[in-house]
C-alpha cells in the first residue's frame, strides 16, 4: 500500500469521526434524571431507617427523640382572687386503675405526694371510666356512679350517701376505701387535681366522641369535657392535670392480645383515644401530659406492664416521676393582662 493511499484513508477516517455529534440537551437530561434518582433513593433509604436487631442490646435508644403532646397551661391569677394559701399542695387523684390498683405507700398516689411532699388524696375506682355507659342515670346501672362524671358531681353536691351505698355492694373493698377517702376531702383546699384513666375506655369499645354533641357522657370525649368544665367552673383555682393513657394492647374475647397502637375495635385505635383527650384539653384550657409517647409506649412498656393493661411498681413510679416534674418545676401563674 502506497503513502498516497495510507493518507487517503487516514483522511476517510478522521471525517467520518468529526460528522459524529453530541447531543448536548440529552446529555444533561441524563444527568439530571441519574441525580434525580440518587436522590429518591437515598430519601427512601432514609426514611426507612435502619432496622435494630432484637440481638442489640447494647444500642443506645436516648439519641432517638420522641417529641411529646404534653401542653402545660400556667394558672391564671384572676382565678386566685380571694384564696389564702395555707402552705400545703393538697392534690386530689381521680381516675382508675393507676391509682386503684395499689393503694398502700408504694401505690401511684402515695409516691407522688413522696415526690412532691403533698397531702394527696386517692378518690380513685378500679374499672371505671372516663366516659358513663348511659347518658342520664339509669337505677339497673348503678356503677355509672363510679365513673368520672358522678364522682365529680359527688364532690361538686357534697354528697355521698348513694355511692357509699352502692359501694358498700361492691365484694372488692376497694370501691368503699375510696367514697371513705372523698368525705375527708376539703375541695377549697385542693390545689391539684390529677385525672388518669387508662386503656378501659378503649378496650370497652366506648366511641370515642360523638360529633353531634360535644357534651355527651357516653363518649370518651364528651365524659371528660362535661366533666372538666364543671370542675372549672365549680373550684377555679383548682390546677387540673390529665395524665393520658400509655400504651397498652386489647384483649379480645379469646384472650388474644392487639397492638393498641394498631388496633382498630371501632371507635378507633388507642393513639387516636390519646389524640382526641388532647383536644379536649386545648378546649377545656387543662394541662395534659402524654404518657402514651413519654412515659411507658410501645417500645418498653413490657418493663413496666405487669399484662396488657396494668403497671407494676416500676411503671408507678415512672408515672409518679413524670407527674412530679411538672408538679415540682413547672408550674407557672400568669396575670390576665399576659394571657390575653
Known sequence: MDKRYRKRIRKSRGSEGRNIKINLHLVLILAILIIAGIS????????????????????????????????????????????????????LCLGNNPFSDDRSGSGLAAKIAEKTNSVVYDCSFPDSSAACRYPVYNPEY??????????VECFRNNEFTAINSIA????????????????????DKVDIMIVMYDSTDYNAGTPSDNPDNPLDV?????????????????WPHIRVFLMSPTYAQYQDEDGNLHNGTTKDIGNGNLNH?????????????????DNYFGTI????????????????????????????????NHLGTVSPAASD
Open 40 to 91: 429518591v433513593y437515598r430519601l427512601i433509604r432514609w426514611n426507612q431507617g435502619t432496622s435494630l436487631s432484637d440481638d442489640e442490646t447494647d444500642v443506645d435508644t436516648s439519641q432517638f427523640d420522641i417529641e411529646t403532646l404534653d401542653m402545660i397551661i400556667p394558672m391564671d391569677s384572676s382565678r386566685l382572687e380571694g384564696r389564702t394559701d395555707d402552705g400545703v399542695t393538697t392534690i
Open 142 to 151: 348503678t356503677r355509672d356512679h363510679f365513673n368520672f362524671y358522678y364522682v
Open 168 to 187: 358498700n355492694d361492691e365484694p372488692d373493698p376497694r370501691y368503699l376505701e375510696a367514697v371513705d377517702v372523698m368525705k375527708t376531702v376539703d375541695m
Open 218 to 234: 357516653t363518649a370518651f370525649t364528651g365524659g371528660l369535657r362535661t366533666t372538666l368544665n364543671n370542675i372549672q367552673a365549680t
Open 273 to 289: 383515644y390519646l389524640v382526641k383527650e388532647v383536644d379536649v384539653a386545648l378546649d377545656c384550657g387543662v394541662s395534659i401530659i
Open 297 to 328: 409506649n410501645e417500645d418498653n412498656f413490657k418493663e413496666y406492664m405487669t399484662d396488657h393493661m396494668h403497671y407494676n411498681d416500676k411503671g408507678r413510679e415512672k408515672l409518679a416521676d413524670r407527674i412530679a416534674d411538672i408538679i415540682n
